[in-house]
């Protein structure tokens, strides 16, 4: 069955800056937008940034300027580049389709911000 899996999050101090990595299937690279969603702790899981499937970028509020979202269809991966983090970008950061889940989410890559 089809899987992500998500890496690269960490422990980083207040201002720093951390480049997740997503892989899958070349089925949703080929076919599907794309989003990089969070879950911070007792949250639901928000779609913070999204990439169609030719680039075009979309983020939410909170993180405008500080994230890019960028995809490489030909390698079948998807980065989050994160820079200025602050304590409230806390959490799970998961990757997979959107809108919505086309497959099972993967185990996430947890992300700290704290001094």
């Known amino acids: 069955q089809a899987q992500v899996v998500e890496s690269g999050g960490g422990l980083v101090q207040p201002g720093g800056s951390l480049t997740l990595s997503c892989t899958g299937p070349?089925?949703?690279?080929?076919?599907?937008?794309l989003a990089w969603y969070r879950q911070g702790p007792g949250n639901q899981r928000d779609l913070v940034a999204h990439i169609g499937l030719y680039g075009v970028t979309q983020y939410e509020d909170s993180v405008k300027g500080r994230f890019t979202i960028s995809r490489d269809n030909a390698k079948n991966t998807m980065n989050l580049q994160m820079t200025s983090l602050k304590p409230e970008d806390t959490g799970v950061y998961y990757c997979?389709?959107?809108?919505?889940?086309?497959?099972?989410w993967g185990q996430g890559t947890q992300v700290t911000v704290s001094s």
């Open positions: 997979n389709t959107s809108p919505g889940a086309a497959v099972p």
């Open positions: 070349e089925s949703l690279f080929r076919l599907y937008d």
